[in-house]
């Protein structure tokens, strides 16, 4: 199976893209995931690597829920990439629609306390998120005070998508980088936005597709998984603290905030620590990862 940088686009050319935008802003955001249903029924069978990719992760997923003694989950390709399918309408609303709004809970606990203490400070924070949920909402989030934040992102690996995106582009406070132009520049940038007060974000559950021998090997569903140091070894360099963060759907247009406070010393902590947060969400949220290619190491079925 192919590794996730070498996956394209699937039906997401620029034409059906504008045509699903404006049917979005004519008839809604319930009315267009009713009819990406009917999509989605037509896209499945022609997603042959999705398929294999939601086939593989429900078994993993299954038999670590039988291991522990938990409720084992169903999950079909349909449905999985039919959640999937949503999360990028929900992408679209919170991004590009000022009159959309995405509604938000918070998973308060004393990581979230210091999150906000962070943020009253103007303290600048490191966030590495993941796709497990959708991320992307986070920028229609409002809370007090407006933070600005500078997300890295394979601009290269869904460039109509992005693209897309740019032309409709609502958020005014986010800056989207490449990642495949990171250099010592980038870094010294990064460091003074932090020092300023705002966010930097990058994301830590998928390997480098420049450097793709430097991952670390960490249990994950009870499976070997590859993490990429780059991220981590980025987020340490900055000297700023240092946050998971997840923003999981709860239902219709809803999300709920997740974070993490992870203050390890070493990079390979920081991965473990990375992993377990992923991992006791996933268990919550099973259709909303959003990894469709081999993420587990092969020939551990």
């Keep these: ?45 022609f997603a042959k690597p999705a398929r294999n990719a939601t086939k593989r992760y429900t078994k993993i997923l299954n038999a670590y829920q039988k291991s522990h003694k938990l409720q084992q989950t169903k999950i079909s390709p349909l449905s999985h990439i039919y959640t999937f399918a949503c999360s990028i309408m929900d992408k679209m609303a919170a991004n590009c629609d000022k009159h959309q709004k995405i509604k938000f809970a918070i998973h308060k606990n004393k990581d979230w306390t210091q999150f906000q203490k962070y943020i009253n400070s103007n303290t600048g924070m490191f966030l590495i998120c993941s796709h497990l949920g959708n991320i992307e909402c986070l920028s229609a989030f409002e809370d007090g005070k407006k933070k600005k934040m500078h997300a890295f992102m394979q601009v290269s690996q869904n460039s109509t998508f ?19 132009n990171i250099d010592i520049s980038v870094a010294g940038k990064m460091y003074d936005n932090l020092q300023n007060g705002d966010l930097v ?39 700023h603290p240092i946050f998971a963060i997840c923003v999981m759907n709860i239902g219709g247009e809803k999300y709920k905030i997740y974070v993490k406070e992870i203050q390890d010393k070493s990079v390979p902590d920081i ?31």
């Excluded at 394209?8 to 267009?32: C, M, N, P």
């Excluded at 670390?216 to 980025?234: H, Q």
């Design 201 to 239: 974000m990058m994301a830590g559950d998928r390997t480098s597709a420049t450097n793709s021998n430097k991952f670390e090997t960490v249990s994950f569903l009870d499976k070997n998984c590859r993490f990429p140091i780059g991220t981590f070894k980025f987020a340490k360099s900055m000297s």
């Design 1 to 45: 199976m192919k590794n996730w940088h070498q996956i394209h686009e699937q039906s997401a050319g620029k034409t059906r893209l504008e045509l699903l935008w404006i049917v979005y802003k004519i008839f809604g955001i319930k009315f267009l995931k009713f009819i990406l249903w009917f999509v989605c029924l037509f896209i499945v069978p």
């Design 162 to 180: 992005h693209a897309f995106m740019m032309r409709h582009n609502i958020a005014t406070n986010t800056t989207i980088y490449p990642t495949e």
């Design 271 to 301: 991965i473990k620590k990375y992993a377990q947060f992923l991992e006791k969400l996933i268990l919550t949220y099973p259709k909303q990862w959003f990894n469709f290619f081999d993420f587990f190491v092969s020939g551990q079925d």
